[in-house]
Nanobody, 129 residues
Framework: QLQLVESGGGLVQPGGSLRLSCAAS??????????VGWFRQAPGKEREGVSC????????NYGDHVKGRFTISRDAAKNTMYLQMNSLKPDDAGLYYC????????????????????WGQGTQVTVSS
């Protein structure tokens, strides 16, 4: 059973940077076998897709609200994925989750949360001066 644990959240000023990590364990496969993604949920709002990577191929997909500022990556040897977040804005605040699912059929990974079935517990990101 794949288990995911996020870390790296915290308080950052607008314009600052954070790097989130998501460590995977408990599966016979490494993270590059799965389609993986980062999602966030702000209070009173629905969970939304931030970025994802398709299985095997490292082609990334980003939500329009983070393009050019966030970068997703994964290290198969460490079985860990990352989200580098730069130029953070107050609207970026929320609980950030990593998630994974079996390889998706599409070439580009899907950013809809319902398409993922393994989830971490989340790490809080606060952007405030």
């Amino acid at each position: 059973q794949l288990q995911l644990v996020e870390s790296g959240g915290g308080l950052v000023q607008p314009g600052g940077s954070l790097r989130l990590s998501c460590a995977a364990s408990g599966s016979g496969f490494t993270l590059d076998y799965y389609a993986v993604g980062w999602f966030r949920q702000a209070p009173g709002k629905e969970r939304e897709g931030v970025s994802c990577l398709q299985a095997v191929f490292d082609r990334a997909n980003y939500g329009d609200h983070v393009k050019g500022r966030f970068t997703i990556s994964r290290d198969a040897a460490k079985n860990t994925m990352y989200l580098q977040m730069n130029s953070l804005k107050p609207d970026d605040a929320g609980l950030y989750y990593c998630a994974a699912t079996e390889p998706q059929l599409s070439e580009l990974c899907d950013l809809r949360p319902d398409e993922y079935d393994r989830w971490g517990q989340g790490t809080q990101v606060t952007v405030s001066s």
